[in-house]
């Protein structure tokens, strides 16, 4: 059956009280960065529901990519007829006929928004269940837990029948939540801590650290290739490439084996916390789960969060790498993330780091190198790149290696 219009169900919104306006534009706005690449579909947000016109456009894409977007309870893509009792009736039949095998059960629930229609709500359920049961041998009706249930709406601008509800992302759409950034590595775990801070309703810009030659051109582009996919969640992120080989090199050369991999960390949550300041954002999200590598235990974390008053939001904290590697197979990240190509969080790492670093002695041999030169000179080579969904990023930053090169 070709549909006509998708109707959306808000479904953490319903809780926003005298902000839900606000709610209700933002994901208005975020649908349409979405479903950008159909021009000929309309999107009305209004307070009850979102209504997604197709004008001919084909739905299953459509539908698609309106599972990912943030803000979603459910939705249920609709067929508009005329208001004519006979064109529902072959409607709502069409739709059993579709859907039915042997021992199923149904259910008509009508809604009647234009009260000039000729016939009340309990009339039409009664006229379209005497007609599926006419013409659907076998079916019975169950008005509790039905197999199949048709919803009709009589509109003023006609009448919509549906008969699927098709499970949305959830969650709040993003830009109700605030902006923050993101340290995204080329791994498995920052891309889904990007996805669980969206899925809060957090607008976020990608930071990545990349130290040419020691890092290739494809991990920088492999980055770039899992921000677009978390921007079909968003509907478009920034993407801040900052260039950490000088940075790296001078710890290498001055800083305590034990400690390289601590210094390393604060220096690019410095870099990053003067990068959101200066981008107005409210906090930094990274991929950090408790326990999971050296520089994640409470001792290192501490020692690491003390360059920065800013807010450090760890939404992997206390899950299991199981259960990340789940999220990250069913966001479609997983296959990006496990690609063999090394981002600088993996070199330079010592056989040894200190998993609990002592923080008066991490202090001591920051020293050793020269903070503000480094940050100074590594946050002015940054290159900001607008990332798109669906869009191809792999291979396409030669010419950025070059200058550096």
């Known amino acids: 059956m070709r549909y006509s219009e998708i109707m959306v169900r808000y479904g953490e919104l319903s809780t926003k009280g005298k902000n839900r306006k606000d709610f209700i534009k933002q994901l208005g706005k975020n649908v349409r960065a979405v479903l950008s690449e159909y021009p000929e579909v309309g999107v009305k947000a209004q307070r009850d529901r979102l209504h997604v016109t197709l004008n001919g456009a084909d739905d299953k894409p ?63 359920n009664n006229i379209l269940g005497d007609h599926i049961l006419e013409n659907v041998e076998g079916i019975t009706v169950d008005v509790k837990h039905p197999d199949i249930e048709i919803r009709v709406e009589i509109r003023m ?12 992302a959830g969650g709040l759409p993003v830009g109700t939540g605030g902006r923050a950034t993101m340290m995204l590595s080329g791994g498995i775990d920052s891309p889904v801590a990007s996805y669980m801070g969206m899925k809060r309703g957090v607008k976020i810009d990608m930071i990545h650290f990349y130290s040419p030659p ?38 290498k050369e001055k800083v305590p084996e034990g400690y390289l991999m601590t210094i390393q960390r604060r220096m690019m949550l410095r870099i990053a916390a003067e ?42 904290i206390s899950m299991d790498k199981t259960d990340i590697i789940e999220i990250a197979k069913k966001i479609g990240t997983y296959d990006l993330s496990i690609m063999p190509f090394e981002d600088c969080c993996t070199i330079f790492t010592p056989p040894s780091p200190k998993t609990r670093p002592d923080l008066e002695k991490t202090r001591k041999f920051e020293q050793y190198i020269d903070v503000e030169g480094l940050m100074k000179r590594s946050i002015e080579g940054i290159k900001i790149t607008d990332i798109k969904p669906n869009e191809d990023y792999m291979n396409a930053d030669a010419d950025i290696f070059a200058e550096l090169l």
């Open 275 to 316: 990068i959101t300041k200066s981008r107005h954002c409210k906090g930094i999200f990274n991929g950090e789960a408790l326990g999971q590598v050296a520089s994640q235990t409470l001792e290192s974390m501490m020692a690491i969060n003390d360059v920065t008053e800013l807010p450090i939001l760890r939404p992997l």
């Open 157 to 168: 601008n006609g009448v919509f029948l549906s008969s699927e509800t098709i499970k949305g």
């Open 214 to 251: 020691y890092t290739s051109v494809q991990a920088l582009s492999k980055a770039k290739q899992l921000t677009s996919v978390l921007a079909k969640y968003s509907g478009g992120i920034q993407f801040i490439a900052v260039p950490f080989t000088e940075v790296q090199e001078t710890i």
């Open 62 to 124: 459509v539908m698609d990519d309106l599972q990912r977007v943030f803000g979603i309870e459910n939705f249920s893509p609709s067929v508009q007829v005329e208001k004519d009792i006979e064109s529902i009736k072959d409607t709502a039949l069409t739709m059993v006929q579709e859907q039915f095998k042997p021992g199923m059960t149904f259910k008509i629930q009508t809604k009647r928004q234009d009260k000039n229609f000729e016939y009340h709500t309990d009339q039409i």
